[in-house]
Structures are given as structure tokens and as C-alpha cells.
């Protein structure tokens, strides 16, 4: 077993802290504001809707900071503009790459021969093993306190069970709202943390009030896991609209996804439909409200800045 590095020490930073990458939410304010905490960041490439936007996020970013972040790439049959956003990556030689939903492998391949780093998400010990046999830097082990795309153990058992297999820096992601929660994990032989919920009714969010108002509002008990969104298990907070359109995908929403014939196009379509939904819900005030949290939303209790939350964590 090789010697695994913190996070901090694999990109020179000062502390072992990822402001994880949230459809939607992230935007480069954020980012900048993780970085200047000494901490890194992430920005998923899908919320940018041309490589033109994405281009200049990173720019933005860029001028504003010389410290390394991150994008994230969905690498499956639902991101259409994967290679077009994975060629932007890079040309503009970001500092990692965290890959969700799919094979990691074409990001791999093109990114290790520039020094480019990636992380891959993983909810259990079969796929951290294949990524690491395709040579990942480190992974992010997605725990059933995720939210967003979540996973089905908890912190402690899947950090045990891929501590025993790997021996790739281990990022530990979902549940994490403290100092305490930060120490526990790495107690438990994290290299890092990835933290996003608790970032959502932030200052530098551009959210609605009513979404940040929400994180406020609701509790842990309130987030429910939907695979009726985008086919993946999502963690939602559980509003009077999505209570009325369900959780489980329905009779032919599954036969669909489950097709193998039909699952590449369905699988794009379902991930389409439901994203639309969440961005609707986002940004506007609608009766349709889809606002993705985890159970951490229950250590929001105000909206503050980035630089207020990250004090918490450090």
C-alpha cells in the first residue's frame, strides 16, 4: 500500500477542505471565496451553458486567485457536451477534474499527460477499485449523508471498507457541518473533506431567497432521496410538490431507464427533464419547487458568507 497524501498536500493547499461542485449553486464567487480560506473548490461544467460561459468562469477565476480548483465532468450518456467541456478543460490546463456518473477512463487517459488531476466519485469499493486500476489521483467517497447524487453506506463504513481496498487518497464526502465532523472523518483515514449543502444559503449563492429560505426552514428529516429526477438517487428536500409527484419512478419510467435498448436515449432524456425541473426551482419562485439538499441542511440555521461557513469548519 503506497503512502496517501492529504488533500492539502496533493495541491499545495492550506487546508484539506473542498468546496464540493453543486448543479446550480456553484458559481466562481464561491470558488474565490473557498480559495482565498485557503481551502479548494469545485464548479460542476454543466452549469455553464456554452463552453464560451465556462471558459470565462474559469478565466474569472483565475485572475482572481492563483490557487488551484476544479471542474466537475458528468461522464456519462446524459452530458452530450462532455467532450466539447473536457477539450475546454484542457486548454485552460484546470488544476483537477472530478469525474460523477460514468466511466472516468477517456478523462484519464487525456488529463494524466498534462499533470491535470482526477478525482473520481465512488459510493463503493467495485468502483473505487476500477478507477484506481485506470489511474485516479484520489477519489471522493460519495456516503448516504450526500446530498445531491448520493450514495447507500454510511461515512464510516464505506471510509473502513475502502481504506481495507485502496490505496488512493480517500476524499470523504456528505455529513460534514463541523470541525468535529471534519476531524472524525479524518480520523477515519480521510486525505479530505468535500462540503456542499451547508454552502447552498450562502451570500455569494445566486440561488433564490426562496431556496436559501428553504435551507433554513426544513431539517434532516425532511430531505428524501428521489430516482424519479434524473434516474440516479437524488437528495431533495421533500416539498408539497415533490411529495405530489413522488419519489419512485413510475411503471414505465422504469421499464425505460432499465431498457437495454433504450437506456442510452433514456437515460439522456430522464436527466434532461429532471434537471429542468431543479433549475426551474432554483432560481424562480414556482409551486414546482425541486431543491436538491443532504441531511446536513439541519446546520443551517442563517444565511451567511462562504467565509463564515468555512471558519466553522476549520
Not at 483565475?62 to 486548454?91: W, Y
Not at 428529516?221 to 428521489?226: E, H, L, Y
Not at 429532471?274 to 419547487?289: E, H, L, P, W
Request: aromatic letters at 6%; glycine letters at 6%; a positive charge.
Amino acid at each position: 500500500m503506497k503512502k496517501k497524501f492529504s488533500l492539502s498536500q496533493i495541491l499545495g493547499i492550506e487546508h484539506s477542505i473542498l468546496l464540493a461542485p453543486m448543479f446550480l449553486v456553484s458559481n466562481s464567487k464561491m470558488v474565490i471565496a473557498a480559495l482565498q480560506c485557503g481551502c479548494t473548490a469545485a464548479i460542476p461544467a454543466l452549469n455553464y451553458r456554452t463552453n464560451k460561459e465556462l471558459r470565462e468562469a474559469i478565466v474569472k477565476i483565475r485572475h482572481a486567485s492563483s490557487k488551484p480548483f476544479g471542474v466537475n465532468l458528468i461522464v456519462n450518456k446524459s452530458n452530450p457536451k462532455l467532450a466539447s467541456q473536457l477539450k475546454t478543460l484542457i486548454e485552460l490546463k484546470v488544476d483537477f477534474i472530478i469525474t460523477s456518473l460514468g466511466n472516468p477512463k477517456d478523462v484519464i487517459v487525456a488529463c494524466k499527460p498534462l499533470g491535470i488531476k482526477v478525482f473520481c466519485d465512488v459510493i463503493d469499493v467495485v468502483y473505487a477499485k476500477k478507477v484506481e486500476e485506470l489511474g485516479a489521483d484520489a477519489i471522493i467517497a460519495v456516503n448516504s449523508q450526500a446530498g445531491g447524487h448520493c450514495g447507500n453506506l454510511s461515512a464510516k463504513e464505506l471510509m473502513h471498507q475502502l481504506i481495507q481496498s485502496i490505496s488512493l487518497p480517500i476524499i470523504a464526502a456528505g455529513g460534514v457541518t463541523s470541525k468535529k465532523d471534519v476531524t472524525q472523518m479524518m480520523e477515519w483515514g480521510a486525505a479530505g473533506v468535500a462540503v456542499g449543502t451547508i454552502f447552498i444559503a450562502t451570500h455569494e449563492s445566486d440561488v433564490s431567497q426562496e431556496y436559501k429560505q428553504a435551507m433554513i426552514q426544513y431539517n434532516s428529516k425532511d430531505i428524501v432521496t428521489s430516482t424519479k429526477l434524473t434516474g440516479s438517487p437524488l437528495t431533495v428536500i421533500n416539498t408539497k410538490y415533490v411529495q405530489k409527484i413522488g419519489t419512485k419512478a413510475n411503471f414505465w419510467e422504469y421499464l425505460i431507464n432499465h431498457s437495454s435498448i433504450l437506456k442510452k436515449y433514456a437515460k439522456l432524456i430522464l436527466a434532461w427533464q429532471g434537471m429542468s425541473k431543479i433549475k426551474k426551482a432554483a432560481f424562480r419562485v414556482s409551486y414546482k419547487n425541486v431543491w436538491c439538499a443532504g441531511p446536513s441542511i439541519k446546520a443551517v440555521q442563517r444565511e451567511r458568507s462562504v467565509q463564515e461557513v468555512m471558519k466553522e469548519l476549520l
